[in-house]
């Protein structure tokens, strides 16, 4: 499977260099060159596979070629050794619950699984490879959890000053060893600005062997569609309309659930839900995309005002909106709505869900006043576990959350971080210095 560029489909890559490059030397995002669609076979025993099944059978067609086969499920086995669940609330809502994993958000999926090919892919080579990772949140929790201790690799995660929940900054600024936490002082937009200006100057990179662990990189994307072949595994025996409402913030998460689709997983259409942060919903509705300053809300893994897979995304659909709309509808929604949906699912359904997951039943709920509900199977994809958020969620619900132990652990370590400037050049000398 050769790797294209979203900004020039003559440049094409292997594996390898799609992933430890993270993005092309002159911008664009990797893709892979084609999205081949599964055999019938595997869509008629799609319901009686586990979730590592469906990963191997949707990993084989990107990574078979450069992976041995036994390589490849240990590289599955390992990185994805913890639950996902489909937790049915109404007779035409079910939610799936990605955050069971080390840091309970579902970025572990990609973040683990990419830690692990990563390792295959550079053994035996002496040069230290730098992970970048700019995070609004969980990204760089998952990160740091997934790469930690992975030899020959170093991490460095920019993360906004005050912009994260307490959670997410214990265990983005704690784990020590082969991770760094830089702490900026801006928005997730100046962190993300100075990772990918780091990949676009030559001379760093002539100097640096770097690699992104973002969303842009197609490592993080991959395994992220796993779960949206895996769920609607588990509906197959409903004959109604798959539909996922999908939490965006810089848009990987729908972009991998798209992939999924054009693979021939059988899903009819997508939400993408958006807090305040609306550049997305606006573009659908007007053709024309602007990225803004990106606003600080209670869902702040999604505070994101110019998402990076809106490239890849518009290469799937070959820049036409029109294509896109057909897919894909999306909504925004303001913290003030979002306390609204997480009292309601409490009081209603006796289920907590945290702010994020609160913006993708939002979009569902938009989505199905459209339409009748015997017509669809609606999955809204959980992508945080609650707890990493007591501070928004119990006061709404009026009880204490209780902390799991992945959460627990990292609660009373000391944070380390190191200050840093919205400045590229103050960022570009700490790397070269370090």
């Known amino acids: 499977m050769r790797y294209i560029s ?12 799609a992933v430890l490059a993270g993005m092309p030397m002159e911008g664009g995002l990797y893709m892979p060159e084609n999205l081949a669609r599964l055999d019938a076979a595997f869509f008629k025993g799609l319901s009686g596979l586990s979730f590592q099944e469906v990963a191997l059978s949707l990993a084989s067609p990107f990574l078979s070629e450069d992976v041995p086969a036994g390589e490849l499920v240990d590289i599955v086995e390992n990185s994805m050794n913890f639950d996902i669940k489909l937790k049915r609330i ?7 619950e990605t955050f069971h994993g080390p840091t309970m958000a579902f970025k572990d999926f990609g973040a683990r699984f990419m830690a692990q090919l990563m390792a295959y892919l550079i053994r035996g080579e002496d040069r230290e490879l730098c992970i970048l990772v700019a995070t609004s ?28 929940s307490p959670s997410q900054e214990k265990q983005l600024t704690t784990q020590g060893g082969n991770i760094t936490a830089l702490e900026v002082e801006g928005s997730f937009d100046d962190c993300q600005r100075m990772v990918k200006s780091a990949f676009a100057d030559d001379d760093l990179r002539s100097k640096m062997n770097i690699s992104s662990a973002n969303s842009i990189n197609i490592a993080r994307l991959l395994p992220q569609s796993f779960y ?8 197959i025996d409903f004959e109604q309309d798959k539909v996922f409402s999908v939490p965006c913030g810089n848009f990987g998460n729908l972009t991998a659930g798209l992939m999924a689709k054009r693979m021939g997983i059988p899903i009819k259409h997508f939400i993408a839900a958006t807090n305040s942060n609306a550049v997305f919903p606006k573009y659908l509705s007007t053709g024309q995309f602007k990225a803004k300053p990106s606003q600080h ?6 505070d994101v005002g110019n998402p990076s897979n809106l490239a890849r995304i518009n290469y799937l659909y070959g820049d036409d909106v029109g294509n896109i709309q057909h897919d894909v509808s999306s909504w925004s929604f303001n913290d003030k709505v979002s306390r609204s949906m997480i009292a309601a699912m409490f009081s209603e359904y006796n289920y ?22 015997e017509t669809m199977q609606g999955v809204v994809v959980a992508t945080a576990h609650p707890a990493k958020f007591p501070e928004h969620v ?16 990292y609660l009373n370590r000391e944070k380390h971080s190191i200050q ?15």
């Open 137 to 164: 949140g969980d990204t760089g929790s998952a990160v740091a959890s997934g790469f930690l201790g992975v030899p020959g690799i170093r991490v460095v995660i920019l993360y906004p000053s005050g912009k994260v």
């Open 352 to 373: 907590t869900v945290d702010p994020h997951t609160a913006v993708g039943l939002l979009g569902m709920r938009a989505y199905h006043q459209q339409i009748a509900a």
């Open 228 to 235: 949206y072949a895996w769920a609607t595994g588990q509906l």
């Open 6 to 17: 979203t900004n020039n489909s003559k440049h094409n890559v292997d594996l390898k260099t």
């Open 394 to 409: 119990e006061p709404i619900i009026g009880r204490s959350i209780e902390i799991p132990e992945q959460l627990q652990q």
């Open 90 to 96: 109404d007779t035409y809502l079910s939610v799936l």
């Open 297 to 302: 809300t209670m869902s702040n893994a999604m």
């Open 420 to 434: 840093m400037s919205t400045s590229y050049e103050e960022f570009r000398e700490y790397l070269l210095d370090n």
